[in-house]
């Protein structure tokens, strides 16, 4: 079935080719929709299409890709985070207190948490989540970690090496590269390592995402967050997808990023959550670095499943205009993925799309943690945050059926 959404006030591509700018800004838009994106343009020469939507006016842009999260856990942390808003500060130990609860949690408990937290995602845009294990730390909860995860997305990343388990072999790394690594990589798509003070330096991150690259995955890195270390180096060394975080960069790492394809994802949601200084977008994008805005949604340092807060986040706190946020929250996280089918509205993408209750994508900075999604699309199939009667567009009664899937 394909579907023409017409009357889009404003159209935001992220294809220079099909409009302005780099957002490639269609106005007076429609767009074709099946599987895949099927037609793009003006409205005035739309061709026809099984059903017809009328976007009354609204903004509509390429559903947001979450290239970072950690939801596969149990249990929450909201009393560290109390304490940690009343001056304690943020030093990673933490993450021990949700492996246990991991740990203790049945897969049904698991999986319907990651349902959850998809769920509200999707409800704020976001139409594609990578998910990271990390919470299991042995080799048998790494691996059902990550097999609940791939219930949930193509974009499924090991992350055995999250921090070393208080009750794990003294040589923990050798335990990661091997038996585990084995065990996980049938459900991953990446390997991941928190580079960082504390948890892995540089020689054993390496070697961790060394091992990861020869089982078949491809590496990401968790890099710079806490301190100056290595990881940005390593990741641009061993061609990272991504190097995320990257709070903490010296000029030598802005080069090298810019001079590379490792996108520097940054993660607001935790530094916001931290109370920590904000990464610098504006230097990234200055240098010529491909930047890409994520959630972290977890537990301990970023209970946040909201893109639209990140945009806002970036564009008041981290030097980016909301046309770079917004491009970074889509095409910047499809990079970061190394998917050039997401983060796009372009004729053979996915129909990954949202409709905003606005006139223009500058609402999401504009009108921070206002709930502005009122249509998304994800692979084809239409989901109403807020059912058919909001703003009224006009629909057919197909597309009225309320969706069984995770919003149900
Ligand atoms: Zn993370």
Known sequence: MSVLITNIGELVTNDPALGEGPLGIVRDAAI???????????????????????????????????????????????????????????????????????????????????????????????????????????????????????????????????????????DYVSLVNGEMLTACAPYARWVDVFCERGAFDVEESRSVLKAGIAAGLRPRIHANQLTMGGGVRLAVELDCASADHCTHLSDADVDALANSDTVATLLPGAEFSTRAPYPDARRLLDAGATVALATDCNPGSSYTSSMPFCVAVAVREMGMSPGEAVWAATAGGARALRRPDLGRLSVGAAADLQLLDAPSHLHLAYRPAVPLTRLVVRRGAFHWPWGTHRSSPTVSSHLEQPHKGVLS
């Open 32 to 170: 074709v929709v099946g599987d895949r994106v099927e037609w793009v343009g003006p409205a005035k020469s739309a061709p026809a299409a099984d059903e017809r939507l009328d976007a009354a006016g609204a903004a509509a842009l390429p559903g947001f890709v979450d290239s970072h999260s950690h939801l596969v856990f149990a249990g929450d942390r909201a009393a560290e985070f109390a304490a940690r808003m009343s001056g304690e500060p943020y030093t990673g130990g933490g993450i021990r207190t949700t492996v246990a609860a991991t740990r203790a949690a049945t897969d049904d408990q698991l999986r319907a948490n990651v349902a959850r937290l998809v769920g509200e995602g999707l409800r704020q845009g976001t139409t594609t989540i990578e998910i990271k294990s990390g919470y299991g730390l042995s080799t048998a909860d790494e691996a059902r970690s990550l097999r609940i995860a791939a219930e949930f997305s193509d974009e499924v990343t090991y992350l055995g090496a999250h921090v070393k388990p208080a009750d794990g072999p003294e």
